[in-house]
């Protein structure tokens, strides 16, 4: 188990927007101590101001913002990771978690994605969770513990057509965390988790890097950044494995892992209607692939529940439809003798 959260310093990276950022707020309500890191300076000064907001009175009546820091930081950047760990130990002396949330996204066909900005996705999705990871797991050996904290995705475990480059990193975020987990298993006090959100109301879509003219929005059903720092607060206090975030996430890994023939039937209509909104974009862009967007960063984005309720039925039917032609694939499978 982790240290207790009020005697507990967490590195928090990708906190000034969406699930890192909901995660910080979360962290500082129950009184843990801060560093929180992201590209933007502009908007981690924000967050600060929202941690100390959250913290418990007593931190408040102290006087004192020491348990919250912030350090911009760009995992893409080997020297950027670098940094970031010298200032927390500098200010600490100790980390005792991290939890890493940063991610770009690229919509459009493989061959439309320019290879910079496919390149770009990979290096600060998966080499900077590598870059991250390689310093934490130094650390917490050298420290007799500590506990990391990825966040994956579900399209870590499907594919998914116009998310070429995201689902590539992510996958190899998947492999990178089971490996990790092998690898750390005797080793005492330290820790690798995985966290697996689906769909989340975050401003990542509306961000990305976009060759599709069209808008990315959320796959349903749609959780709140809340739902996934709650899990991820939840993942800190009690070490596990790994931790699926979404109503339909099994479903649709059961159907891309049993049946990949009706998957990819389903999936291409699906993510045309429930994936991609009807918003079309002007240009095709870069979004924050090579820099940060502050004014578009928040926590939540901009698909509340007046859109999520409607589709969410739509996606879930769809995964039911897969989950159920498993069952029945399962059920004419021949047995053990070769016979049905």
């Not at 080997?78 to 940063?102: K, M, Q, Y």
């Not at 116009?162 to 590539?168: A, E, G, L, P, Q």
Request: proline share 6%.
């Amino acid at each position: 188990m982790s240290r207790r959260s009020t005697d507990r310093v967490v590195v928090v990276i990708g906190a000034s927007s969406g699930i890192g950022r909901a995660t910080a707020v979360a962290l500082a309500r129950q009184g843990d101590t801060l560093v929180l890191a992201s590209r933007s300076a502009q908007t981690l000064a924000d967050v600060e101001r929202e941690c100390l907001a959250a913290s418990p009175p007593a931190r408040r009546r102290a006087g004192t913002t020491a348990h919250v820091s912030v350090v911009p930081t760009d995992v893409s950047l080997r020297p950027s990771v670098e940094r970031l760990f010298r200032a927390a130990l500098d200010r600490h002396g100790r980390i005792d978690a991290i939890v890493h949330t940063p991610a770009v996204v690229g919509y459009g066909r493989f061959e439309d994605i320019p290879a910079e900005v496919f390149d770009q996705v990979i290096a600060t999705n998966l080499l900077g969770t590598a870059n991250v990871a390689r310093l934490a797991l130094q650390q917490f050996k050298a420290d007799g513990g500590g506990h990391l904290v990825l966040v994956g995705s579900l399209l870590g475990k499907i594919a998914t057509p116009f998310m070429s480059s995201y689902v590539t990193s992510k996958w190899g975020v998947h492999g990178l965390a089971r490996t990790l987990q092998a690898e750390v298993r005797y080793v005492r006090g330290v820790h690798v988790s995985l966290v697996s959100p689906g769909g989340v109301n975050t401003p990542i879509y509306a961000q990305a890097a976009n060759y599709a003219r069209r808008e990315g929005r959320p796959p349903p059903p749609v959780d709140r950044p809340e739902t996934l720092a709650d899990a991820i607060v939840k993942v800190l206090d009690h070490p596990r494995r790994e931790t699926s975030v979404g109503l339909a996430n099994h479903l649709w890994t059961a159907g891309f892992r049993f049946l990949p023939g009706v998957y990819d039937v389903l999936v291409a209509p699906a993510m045309s209607r429930a994936g991609i909104s009807m918003t079309r974009s002007r240009t095709d862009h870069p979004g924050n692939v090579f820099a940060p967007l502050p004014a578009g960063e928040a926590t939540h984005g901009k698909w509340g529940r007046h859109w999520i309720r409607g589709v969410a039925v739509a996606g879930v039917a769809v995964a039911g439809v897969a989950a159920g032609a498993v069952t029945t694939a399962k059920a004419l499978a021949p047995g053990p003798t070769g016979r049905g």
